[in-house]
């Protein structure tokens, strides 16, 4: 992040005399750069120190999209004790199964079953309640290109024509979702 910092110094020369007022102004005038380079330095610094640990941050939380742009995804460490990945398919011609939430409870009315997924490391994928668009407003959704790989913890999640699939290499527990089917397991 980059931060403007604006100083303003006032240097009022007392005396009539030229000499001394041009002295004077000499010596407001080094005083204004030092205050400037002063300002600076501190805004610099100011601003290097969040940027480190948005740096570390951004390890742990990664928003992306299938090319399609149909599917997004995005794995979360920063918010939960352990690695997560949510993923949600924007139209899709499959049907969930009532009860196939992670309580095994129906959805809530005004939500809708089956288009959200989730894993959490160490435990099992299941479908959860959709509310609202996943990550609206969080910005750009780099795509993962089919082929590639996004990684988090034990969590990973594949792009492939076919779909994208999550996986837990600590369990096996993954899920896979494209617009025509899903498996959980």
Not at 25 to 44: D, F, H, V
Request: aromatic fraction near 8%.
């Amino acid at each position: 992040m980059l931060g403007w910092v604006a100083t303003r110094t006032v240097c009022t020369c007392p005396n009539d005399d030229a000499n001394e007022a041009a002295h004077d102004e000499k010596e407001c005038s080094n005083k204004m750069k030092s205050t400037m380079i002063a300002a600076l330095s501190i805004a610099t610094a100011a601003t290097a120190l969040p940027l480190a640990a948005t740096a570390h941050a951004d390890n742990n939380y990664q928003q992306f999209a299938s090319p399609s742009g149909t599917i997004r995804c995005i794995l979360n460490a920063q918010d939960t004790p352990a690695p997560i990945v949510v993923c949600q398919i924007g139209d899709h011609t499959y049907v969930a199964p009532p009860g196939s939430t992670r309580d095994g409870g129906p959805c809530e009315p005004g939500t809708d079953l089956g288009r959200d997924f989730r894993l959490d490391q160490g435990k099992p994928a299941y479908f959860t309640c959709t509310y609202s668009a996943l990550g609206s407003g969080f910005g750009p959704w780099p795509t993962l290109d089919y082929g590639q790989t996004r990684s988090l913890g034990t969590i990973t999640c594949d792009s492939e024509p076919s779909g994208v699939t999550c996986t837990d290499s600590s369990t096996g527990h993954f899920f896979r979702v494209a617009s025509d089917s899903y498996q959980l397991g």
